[in-house]
C-alpha cells in the first residue's frame, strides 16, 4: 500500500481574488527564490542520475564535470524524453511544486510588459512540458518556434537575422488562451451554474460560436421531448469561428414547446467602437441559419439584442506587449454574471429591458467595474487579467498533481481551513492536497 506525506504547500490564492500590487514582491526576492528553485530541480536530476538512469542524445556521465554539464543543459529534457509523466513526477517535490505553484503575490512582473520573472529551469519545464499533450500550463510556455533545444525561451535578442522579430506569442501578457486554459474557465461556468431551480442553466462552450447555437437548438428539442415546459436559460462563451479567435458570449432563453425560435437572445462582445460590437452582423447570420424562420415571419436575429461591454482595448497603434488578447477572461466574467442574474433574479431575463440587464450584470463584475456601469480604470484591468493568467496556471499545475495522485491510488487529505470567501476558488480544486500548514 502506497503511503502519502502531504506536501506542505501553501495556500493559494483564490481563483477570483484580483488584488495586484507590482511592487510588493521586488525583483531581489523573485532572483533569490529562482535561483533556489534551480538548485533544487538540479538536485533532483542528479539524484534521477545516480539512479542508474542511462543518459540519452550521446552525452557521457563518466567525469564528474560532464554530469555538471549534462544537469546544466540536457538533463531536463532527458528527463521529459524519459518519463511520459515528468511534470507530474517534479510536482511531487516539496520544494519544486512550492515554486511552480506560488501566488501572484510572489512572482515578481517585469513592468510596462508585466512578464513574470521565472527561474531558468522552471522556464524549461514549461516549454518542455508543452510539447506533451494536455500538459500545457497555460500562458507560461512559449511556441515551439521559441524554443531551444534544451527548452529555454528564445528572446528577441537570440532570434536569427531576418526571422519574425516580434509577435503576441513572445509575451506572457499576450499569449492567446489555448485549450487548457478555455477548458479550465468553462468548468467555473459550469460551477457558478449548478443548483439553479427558477430557471434551468445549461453552460455551452463546445465548437465554435455557429456550432454552440445549434447544440442549443438540440437540447431545446431534446426538452419538448421529454415533456419539459419551464423555460430554460443557456449560455455560451466560444470563438466566433475557426479562421476567428476572437472569443464572445451569449445568452438564450428557450421554451422547450418553441425549440425552433428563441424567446431572447442576447450577444454579449468585448468590443463596441462606435457603439456596435464588429461581430454584430456575424451572430446575427449565425442566428439566422440555427434558428431559421418562415419566409413570411421576421427572422430570428429580430429578437437580438446587444449585452456587450467596451472592456477590450483596440490594437491599432498598441505596441505588440500591450496588446489586449484578453476576451477570454472578459467573457468568462460576462456569463458568470448572466449566470448569478438568472439564479437570483430570473425575471430580469425574462422581462427587463436589455439597458437594465447590463447594467445588473456590470454590478455582478468587480474584477473590471466599481460598480454599475462605472468601469475601472484600463490599467487596473491590465493587472486584473496578468492576475487571472498567472492563476489559471496554478489551476492547470494542481489539476495535473491531483490527476497523477489519483492514478496511484494515494489517500486524498482535505484542507479544514476556510478563509470565508463565496466564490470558486483554487482552495476549492485541491483537495488533495493538505493546505493547513504555513
Known amino acids: 500500500m502506497n503511503a502519502w506525506m502531504p506536501l506542505g504547500l501553501r495556500k493559494p490564492e483564490p481563483m477570483d481574488s484580483f488584488y495586484f500590487y507590482p511592487t510588493q514582491y521586488v525583483k531581489k526576492q523573485a532572483i533569490k527564490a529562482n535561483l533556489a528553485f534551480d538548485e533544487s530541480v538540479k538536485q533532483y536530476l542528479r539524484h534521477w542520475i545516480e539512479q542508474g538512469t542511462v543518459a540519452s542524445d550521446g552525452l557521457s556521465l563518466a567525469g564528474e564535470h560532464d554530469i555538471d554539464e549534462f544537469v546544466e543543459y540536457g538533463a531536463l529534457r532527458c528527463f521529459f524524453k524519459h518519463h511520459d509523466n515528468a511534470l507530474e513526477r517534479l510536482l511531487q517535490q516539496d520544494d519544486i511544486a512550492n515554486h511552480l505553484l506560488r501566488p501572484s503575490t510572489e512572482v515578481y512582473f517585469e513592468p510596462d510588459a508585466y512578464e513574470p520573472l521565472l527561474a531558468r529551469f522552471e522556464r524549461r519545464i514549461y516549454n518542455l512540458a508543452a510539447q506533451r499533450e494536455h500538459l500545457e500550463v497555460p500562458f507560461r510556455y512559449s511556441p515551439v518556434s521559441r524554443q531551444s533545444d534544451y527548452g529555454d525561451s528564445v528572446g528577441l535578442a537570440d532570434m536569427p537575422a531576418g526571422a519574425v522579430r516580434e509577435d503576441i506569442g513572445l509575451y ?16 467555473q461556468l459550469r460551477r457558478e451554474a449548478l443548483f439553479s431551480t427558477a430557471l434551468p442553466i445549461h453552460v455551452v462552450t463546445e465548437g465554435y460560436m455557429e ?28 470563438r466566433h469561428a475557426f479562421d476567428d479567435r476572437h472569443l464572445g458570449a451569449a445568452l438564450l432563453l428557450m421554451n422547450p414547446q418553441q425549440p425552433d425560435l428563441p424567446q431572447r437572445v442576447i450577444f454579449c462582445d468585448t468590443l463596441k467602437p462606435n457603439g456596435k460590437p464588429p461581430w454584430w452582423n456575424k451572430f446575427k447570420r449565425y442566428v439566422d441559419t440555427v434558428f431559421p424562420q418562415p419566409a413570411d415571419s421576421p427572422p430570428a436575429s429580430d429578437r437580438l439584442e446587444d449585452g456587450g461591454l467596451n472592456l477590450q482595448r483596440l490594437h491599432d497603434g498598441v505596441p505588440v506587449r500591450h496588446q489586449d488578447i484578453d476576451c477570454a477572461f472578459y467573457t468568462v466574467s460576462m456569463v458568470n454574471a448572466l449566470i448569478q442574474i438568472a439564479k437570483l433574479s430570473p425575471e430580469l431575463l425574462v422581462s427587463s429591458s436589455i439597458e437594465e440587464v447590463v447594467r445588473q450584470m456590470t454590478a455582478r463584475i468587480p474584477e473590471y467595474f466599481e460598480g454599475a456601469s462605472t468601469p475601472k480604470a484600463p490599467e487596473h484591468v491590465r493587472e486584473v487579467n496578468v492576475v487571472r493568467r498567472w492563476q489559471t496556471g ?24 476556510s478563509d470565508g470567501l463565496n466564490w470558486v476558488s483554487i482552495d476549492q480544486a485541491v483537495s488533495g492536497i493538505d493546505l493547513s500548514a504555513a
Open 172 to 187: 506572457f501578457g499576450t499569449r492567446r488562451s489555448d485549450t487548457t486554459a478555455l477548458n479550465l474557465l468553462a468548468r
Open 211 to 238: 456550432d454552440s447555437l445549434r447544440i442549443v437548438r438540440q437540447m431545446t428539442e431534446q426538452l419538448r421531448e421529454d415533456g419539459d415546459q419551464m423555460l430554460h436559460c443557456f449560455v455560451i462563451q466560444r
Open 394 to 417: 496554478q489551476e492547470a499545475l494542481i489539476d495535473i498533481r491531483r490527476s497523477y495522485q489519483s492514478e496511484l491510488a494515494l489517500p486524498v487529505v482535505t484542507s479544514t481551513k
